[in-house]
Each structure stands twice: as C-alpha cells, then as structure tokens.
C-alpha cells in the first residue's frame, strides 16, 4: 500500500503563486510516475500535471506555461509550483502515484493506483 498526502493548498488572490507539495510513504519503492488532477464540484476530475520519475513532465494545456511540476524519487516527493493563478484554478488538488509500469499517458485516472485526498486551492478575483 501506498499512503498520499497532499498540502499547501490554500487563498491567494488572481495573479499570486502557491506550491503544492505531495508525499507518498509506504511500498514507495515501485512508484514509476506521480501526478496532479484537479475536480470541482459535480465535475469529472481533471489531470493538471504529471511526471514519470526519470522522464520529462507533461501539462494540460490550460496549464501550461504557469504550472511546473517537479518530483524527487528518492524522496517519494511531488510539488507543482502554481503562478499566475486565475479563479477558474479554484478547487480541490489531488496528487496520485502510479506503481505499474506498463506503458500510459499519465493523464488518465485509471492510471494511477494510489490517491491523497485533496487539497483546497482557492484563487479570489
């Protein structure tokens, strides 16, 4: 089993910064690729970022360019450094750790095994 836990969410105004930060503890030695989704009420949840560990990071497009996602392996640790943050960012962030390494997009719930339970990112206008 694979314990996550997010952290760092919180208010900041349009335009302000926060840095996610996620921890992942337990059978951590078969994580191959962590990754950022992001839900709002009554939607389905939506991949942000994501990064194989060793491999390059990918973003959704209505990230890309303010979102950077950057993992430490050895640390079984996962950030995403949030700039420029607008109200539509406003919601609940979910870090999730994929343990197969079986070929994938990463952008896909079904691709990863262990789930936190979210943090709240509020971005006032």
């Not at 996610?20 to 989704?37: E, H, K």
């Not at 009420?41 to 990230?63: D, H, L, M, Q, T």
């Amino acid at each position: 089993q694979v314990q996550v836990v997010e952290s760092g969410g919180g208010l900041v105004q349009r335009g302000g910064s926060l840095r996610l930060s996620c921890a992942a503890s337990g059978r951590t030695f078969s994580n191959v690729a962590m990754g950022w989704f992001r839900q709002a009420p009554g939607k389905e949840r939506e991949f942000v970022a994501a990064i194989w560990f060793g491999g390059s990071p990918i973003y959704a497009e209505s990230v890309k360019g303010r979102f950077t996602v950057s993992g430490d392996n050895q640390e079984n640790m996962l950030y995403l450094q949030m700039n420029s943050l607008k109200p539509e960012d406003s919601t609940v962030y979910y870090c999730a750790v994929r343990t197969s390494g079986l070929p994938a997009t990463l952008q896909l719930v079904l691709d990863y095994q262990y789930w936190g339970l979210g943090t709240q990112v509020t971005v006032s206008a």
